[in-house]
């Protein structure tokens, strides 16, 4: 075989091209320092390259995440040191402070500080760093905490000092007053190893509020609460409250009730006492509250003579009819209360007005024409009216619950004996056993329970047709009883006798006459109006309980049992004798003017007194025998005079001056005054939710006419087309709907219930399969939409709309929140000049709640009252003073004041202000019990995070060294697998260019060819 020429090339040049590509790429990897060129060269090698690659990036970015959070931790660190430096300090000015040594002064200069330190922590609160707010959570781009001043809106800027009560107006208008929270609840993370995060930030929410949801500050005004059964007394009559004293109730039969109201202090205290004597009923008058309104002239005209009425572009003549006025609403039917000038009060009943003339006509009936001049107004198209009593009081018509009424019960003298029967033609009526009655001498006030009986007259009638009248009006034990019947019975002339069965300890009236009519015992109804005095009679019997228009008063015709009377009569001897004690003059100033008639003998006595005053002329008119009172600085007009008793319980409750009786047993009041009082506004809609007991009349509570529920009928029908008319009418809480609805005998297959989320009702349909629709309609009424189950759908469940139910007192605790309930403990509560603490735990409704609130200690002068919008609770001083807080009792106590929304949510800065507030008011006992229990507790949580910190501070380091630590390791497990051996390859690349360069000069000889090559 011959080897070519070309054959030998080729062969010299793959062999040298091989050699330089070895070279090359040995070259190519001593360069790079790595061991593979491309990663085909060793997909395994390549494989491990990649992920200790990203391992190592990843490590790197969890160090730089590790150092961010480094960062946060030591500006969060710094930030918490000055907080408990600044609490520290605030400790040691609280115990300061809480020295009894210190006087007020000292006091002020203490609260001058914290107030600084509020300012400075409101300042740490909001620290940035690097454009971020530590303290916000997620929101770290815009501050956290915005502070509020005493101008910024109605806050409680006013103190009154602890014990003594002075009042220090507009205290705190330039301090903060209240603190608010615009940040996030969630900590900010950072990861710092693969699946691990560390929480870098604690939030402002947990630091200074221990991470309680804030609610919002409750609101401070002048207020007038509602009238109701727990007003406190010393709130009526404008705030000068009501005397304590008693008061007698003459009832029908001329009997005289005397009851203690001395130790009275609410309305429904006043109540109690007199249904106590289970002679009568009181209550307070519910009438509507827009009829007045209505008609225009729901107006005080104060001193004057004339009210005006408003006008109404409807009432075009007398003929108007009444559904025309009021924006076309017509006027409700109702009562109108008239308080006249001569301090009388009138209830006119418009129920039956049609037009604007028959109210006109109703208003000039009034007590026969001699209290008012109503006339119509053409041209302004409005009621006028004009008092013309020629009294001195003031003039005002109204449509309100103001006023209190008595009513006499039917007697019950003869059943509280046990005899009241008839026996027909039996001749003995033998009174009910009653295991107390023991003996003839037993006290009657035994008998019947402890009830005893109540005092009166009896009418026995006889088989001989007589009728014996026995007044037991002070009998005390059945001998009284026995022996008053038999008394009247010789008086009358008629044989009955009353006796004692002492086998029995019965009393036995034997009828010993011959008829034929039956023998019984019976009630006496009397006919009387009834009627209210005071207990003191002085005023009253010399005839001067009277007040005048002008400056004088003209006393009644006195009457005397001796002589002939004059300036010598004895007082003993006038009908009735007064009781001899202290009058009361106000003149044209309306001051007081105490005279002192104790030892007032006769007449003459009394005029010397009156005179004695220096203020006001005593006069004796011989001629109509009676007494004339003066006040010579009423110089002209009509400044009015009034004389009165000196104790006027009677009075003040609207039972002497104004009262009117409807009929003869009933009595009403003169209209109830409560004057604006300061109070706490509730800052949480408590939002009750839907339960059984919920009353319907609470329902729609935002709707601005007509809340509650109008009940009539409604007709449902169910998927299977069967429809029932059900009957809503009469029903009074949820309960009676859902019970109407779900009667089987509807012959409708549905279920009514409250819903889910407790905020309205749902209708079930439960025929499974049909294809119709469930439909709920009004037949004569609002109930379906009411109750907010109005509509239609192809749906088996029709989901009923929100019904909004405002709060009620029977409202259970449980359903507040939208029936999360609220948590009840202890609230530290400072009203007025008062602190200390009221335990509301184990209250079950809010009527118990506000009942604690009101009347735990009287020393508060506190009323607590659920708002007119039903939606929160409220609380008044009924002192007038202008300072309200409630707190949390702190401690393990719940957050029952921020949760009701009277009190700000516990946090640092509410403990810094109600230090500062317990300094300016004076109250150590404050600052004792309360504020620095509170300081060591918000200080225990700053320290507890402050200690969370400094441990992830230190994990935050742990983690960077274990990062560092594999990072290192991996970089060597990198450089293992991707770094060449150098001192190999630089011997490779020494042996590859050997083996070229050989390869070059070998090809050097080979192609040295000559002519003897070509020619052979």
Request: charged share 20%; aromatic share 4%.
């Amino acid at each position: 075989m011959r080897i070519t020429n070309q054959w030998i090339i080729n062969s010299f040049v793959n062999q040298v091209n091989r050699n330089s590509t070895s070279l090359n790429e040995m070259q190519t990897r001593i360069s790079s320092g790595n061991k593979y060129i491309r990663a085909s060269e060793s997909p395994v090698d390549n494989a491990l390259i990649m992920q200790n690659k990203v391992e190592i990036n990843e490590n790197t970015q969890f160090v730089r995440n590790i150092d961010h959070v480094t960062d946060w931790y030591n500006n969060t660190d710094g930030a918490l040191s000055t907080i408990e430096s600044a609490i520290q300090r605030v400790r040691e000015l609280a115990v300061q402070g809480a020295n009894d040594t210190l006087v007020q002064a000292d006091r002020d200069a203490i609260a001058t500080e914290i107030n600084e330190l509020i300012l400075h922590m409101v300042d740490v609160a909001n620290t940035n760093i690097g454009g971020e707010y530590i303290f916000a959570g997620h929101k770290v781009d815009s501050p956290p905490f915005n502070a509020l001043t005493g101008q910024d809106g109605n806050f409680n800027k006013d103190m009154v000092t602890y014990s003594l009560g002075d009042q220090r107006a507009d205290a705190n208008l330039n301090n903060i007053m209240s603190v608010l929270y615009g940040g996030s609840d969630k900590r900010l993370t950072s990861e710092i190893e693969r699946g691990t995060v560390l929480q870098k930030s604690i939030t402002g929410l947990e630091l200074f509020f221990g991470d309680n949801p804030v609610s919002p500050t409750p609101g401070f005004t002048y207020t007038m609460p509602p009238l109701e059964e727990s007003l406190p007394l010393k709130m009526m009559n404008m705030g000068n409250g009501v005397q304590e004293g008693s008061i007698i109730i003459t009832d029908q039969n001329g009997v005289e009730h005397k009851i203690d109201l001395s130790t009275a202090h609410r309305l429904d205290d006043v109540i109690g006492m007199i249904n106590a004597t289970r002679s009568f009923e009181a209550g307070i008058e519910e009438v509507p509250s827009d009829t007045a309104v209505a008609l225009g002239i729901n107006r005080n005209a104060g001193f004057s003579s004339l009210l005006v009425g408003l006008s109404d572009p409807k009432m075009l003549s007398e003929f108007t009819s009444l559904t025309d006025l009021n924006n076309g609403l017509g006027v409700p039917a109702g009562y109108l209360n008239i308080n006249t000038r001569d301090g009388k009060n009138y209830r006119v009943d418009i129920s039956g007005a049609t037009t604007v003339g028959d109210v006109v006509a109703q208003l000039n009936a009034v007590n026969g024409g001699a209290a008012l001049e109503a006339k119509f107004d053409m041209v302004h198209k409005r009621i006028e009216i004009k008092d013309i009593t020629g009294g001195a009081g003031e003039f005002a018509i109204t449509s309100t619950r103001t006023q209190l009424y008595i009513k006499d019960l039917p007697p019950h003298t003869a059943s509280d004996l046990g005899i009241a029967r008839s026996v027909g033609a039996g001749n003995q009526i033998i009174s009910t056993y009653d295991p107390v009655m023991e003996s003839e001498t037993t006290p009657l006030s035994m008998l019947n329970g402890g009830k005893g009986i109540e005092p009166g007259y009896i009418d026995i009638f006889t088989h001989d047709g007589s009728t014996v009248r026995v007044d037991l009006t002070s009998v005390q034990s059945p001998l009284d009883v026995i022996s008053a019947v038999n008394a009247q019975a010789v008086t009358d002339g008629v044989d009955i006798v009353a006796s004692f069965d002492v086998d029995s300890n019965r009393m036995v009236i034997t009828d010993n006459t011959v008829g034929l009519a039956d023998f019984r015992i019976e009630e006496v109804y009397g006919t009387d109006p009834i009627a209210v005095r005071e207990m003191t009679t002085l005023t009253r019997s010399l005839g001067l309980l009277k007040s005048s228009q002008g400056n004088t008063v003209v006393g009644n015709t006195l009457i005397s049992s001796g002589p002939p009377i004059d300036e010598t009569t004895l007082l003993t001897d006038l009908v009735p004798p007064p009781e001899r004690g202290f009058m009361v003059i106000r003149g044209a100033d309306k001051e007081p003017v105490k005279i002192d008639l104790t030892g007032a003998n006769t007449i003459q006595d009394v005029i010397d007194g009156i005179n004695g005053s220096g203020k006001f002329t005593a006069a004796w008119d011989a001629t109509a025998k009676r007494l004339i009172v003066t006040d010579p600085s009423a110089t002209g007009g009509n400044f009015g005079l009034v004389v009165e008793e000196l104790v006027n319980t009677g009075r003040d409750l609207g039972f002497i001056t104004g009262t009117s009786n409807h009929v003869s047993d009933v009595i009403t009041g003169a209209p109830i005054h409560v004057k604006s009082l300061p109070t706490l506004v509730g800052s949480v809609d408590l939002d009750p939710a839907l339960t059984p007991e919920t009353d319907l009349q609470s329902l729609n509570s935002t709707r601005l006419s007509n809340p509650g529920v109008n009940l009539g009928y409604i007709r449902i029908t169910d998927k299977a087309g069967r429809f029932a008319a059900i009957d809503l009418r009469g029903s009074k809480t949820i309960d009676d709907i859902l019970t109407k609805i779900n009667n089987p005998a509807n012959g409708i297959y549905v279920e009514a219930r409250i819903s889910a989320d407790g905020k309205g009702l749902e209708i079930v349909d439960k025929n499974h399969g049909a294809a119709g629709k469930l439909e709920i309609i009004d037949i004569d009424s609002t109930s379906a939409a009411d109750l907010g189950i109005l509509g239609r759908t192809v749906d088996h469940v029709l989901i009923g709309k929100d019904v909004d139910p405002a709060i009620s007192l029977n409202t259970s605790v449980s359903a507040l929140n939208g029936g999360a309930g609220v948590p009840l403990g202890k609230v530290y509560v400072q009203s007025g000049s008062y602190s200390g603490e009221i335990d509301l735990t184990g209250v079950t409704t809010v009527g118990e709640m506000l009942d604690k609130l009101s009347n735990t200690d009287n020393n508060f002068n506190m009323q607590a009252w659920i708002s007119e919008d039903g939606k929160r609770i409220n609380i008044t001083n009924t002192n007038g003073d202008p300072y309200i807080k409630v707190r949390d009792a702190g401690g393990k106590s719940p957050n029952t004041a921020s949760s009701l929304g009277l009190g700000n949510t516990p946090s640092i800065f509410t403990t810094l202000m109600d230090l500062r507030d317990n300094l300016l008011r004076n109250d150590a006992k404050a600052i004792s019990e309360e504020s620095i229990k509170k300081i060591d507790e918000d200080l225990k949580r700053v320290l507890n995070l402050h200690a969370e910190v400094g441990s992830k501070t230190n994990r935050a380091a742990a983690a960077r060294e274990k990062q560092e630590t594999i990072t290192l390791n991996l970089k060597k497990m990198l450089s293992s697998v991707e770094n060449i051996d150098m001192s190999e390859a630089i011997i490779k690349m020494t042996e590859y260019e050997t083996a070229y360069q050989a390869a070059l000069q070998v090809g050097s000889r080979i192609m040295q060819m000559s002519l003897l090559d070509f020619l052979g």
